[in-house]
């Protein structure tokens, strides 16, 4: 079945510094992936929808300046946390469709801010 | 997006059936019923989905009342590895984004 890959799974980094995730659809072309986040016991947010070669669509009181998406292909979008701080600690997770058969989740990334 | 009512969470016992419901009273005619399920620690997991007709794969069953106003997950045999979080969505158009709510959590007893 479709794979979509995210790296890193885990990620910890200091106060003020941007940190990378990446989000690759292996075996399929993704114009459209949709990015997340997920504090513990709570359900998953859609934060923005990541468009190929255009502007991604942010969920309203998502920041765009803080969470930055580049969808450059049509298999990788990355987002980027801006001057991270300790309340954007979470878990970062993208998502795909390949097919009819549904949409295609990455395993996830725990940033943690410290 | 129209929304989703589910359970807290739910009990069942391994080897037996469990029927997971969802009430989705606003649903257009135009969305598709969708269930995902959440191990801990790990993105969702595609399960099953479906417009009007009941659906079967090989995880589980989805079925559809006729009004479409509600719909039923059914896993046919529970197993330990069936315990997680199970997320009812509608969602229309292939492609459109999927709104979670806090979903079902389904604790399975050996």
């Known amino acids: 079945g479709a794979v979509v890959s995210q790296h890193p799974s885990r990620v910890i980094c200091k106060s003020g510094t941007s940190v990378k995730i990446e989000c690759r659809s292996l075996?399929?072309?993704?114009?459209?992936m949709f990015w997340y986040r997920q504090f513990p016991k709570q359900s998953l947010m859609l934060m923005a929808t990541?468009?190929?070669?255009?502007?991604?669509?942010?969920e309203q009181g998502v920041e765009k300046d803080k969470f930055l998406i580049n969808h450059a292909s049509l298999t990788l979008s990355t987002l980027t946390v801006t001057s991270a701080h300790p309340e954007d600690s979470s878990f970062y997770i993208c998502?795909?469709?390949?097919?009819?058969?549904?949409?295609?989740f990455g395993s996830g990334t725990r940033l943690t801010v410290v | 997006d129209a929304k989703t009512t589910q359970p807290n969470s739910m009990e069942s016992n391994e080897e037996e059936p469990v029927h997971l419901p969802c009430n989705h009273s606003?649903?257009?005619?135009?969305?598709?019923i969708h269930w995902y399920r959440q191990l801990p620690s790990q993105g969702p997991e595609y399960v099953i989905h479906?417009?009007?007709s009941n659906v079967n794969n090989r995880m589980a069953s989805l079925a559809i009342a006729e009004d479409r106003k509600s719909s039923t997950l059914i896993l046919h045999r529970a197993t330990l590895r069936d315990a997680a979080v199970y997320y009812c969505?509608?969602?229309?158009?292939?492609?459109?984004?999927?709104?979670f709510g806090a979903g079902t959590i389904l604790r399975v007893k050996s």
């Open positions: 479906g417009l009007t």
């Open positions: 998502s795909a469709r390949a097919s009819l058969d549904g949409y295609t």
């Open positions: 075996d399929f072309q993704a114009t459209t």
């Open positions: 969505i509608l969602s229309s158009g292939y492609g459109n984004k999927l709104v």
């Open positions: 606003t649903i257009s005619g135009t969305d598709y």
């Open positions: 990541s468009n190929e070669g255009s502007k991604a669509t942010y």
